[in-house]
Nanobody, 123 residues
Framework: QVQLVESGGGLMQAGGSLRLSCAASGGTFSTNNMGWFRQAPGKEREFVARIRWDDGIKYYADSVKGRFTISRDNAKNTVYLQMDSLIPEDTAVYYC????????????????WGQGTQVTVSS
């Protein structure tokens, strides 16, 4: 079974930076997309950023444009989220999401989630 393992969360003062990592491992698979969502207390889960694996095209939520940068390492099946100029509103549990194709059957798994990692930004 494919697992998404997240790391890099923690506590940071406003204005600081954190870098999240999410590595997909287990079994044999190919990656279509990987990205990040977040969920703050009392709020719905929201899209943060996504990167297409084949061509590297990136998508960002308006709230993080200019502050967050998503990137990938194809060899490691890993996606990163560099978070700069953090503000308290960034406080949330950040979830890695992947769209995968699982071999040898070739079935699609377009909604594969990590366990989440806590990011807390203090003022």
């Amino acid at each position: 079974q494919v697992q998404l393992v997240e790391s890099g969360g923690g506590l940071m003062q406003a204005g600081g930076s954190l870098r999240l990592s999410c590595a997909a491992s287990g079994g044999t698979f190919s990656t279509n997309n990987m990205g990040w969502f977040r969920q703050a207390p009392g709020k719905e889960r929201e899209f943060v950023a996504r990167i297409r694996w084949d061509d590297g095209i990136k998508y960002y939520a308006d709230s993080v444009k200019g502050r967050f940068t998503i990137s990938r390492d194809n060899a490691k099946n890993t996606v990163y989220l560099q978070m700069d100029s953090l503000i308290p509103e960034d406080t949330a549990v950040y979830y890695c999401k992947a769209s995968l194709r699982i071999w040898p059957t070739g079935r699609y798994d377009d909604d594969h989630w990590g366990q989440g990692t806590q990011v807390t930004v203090s003022s």
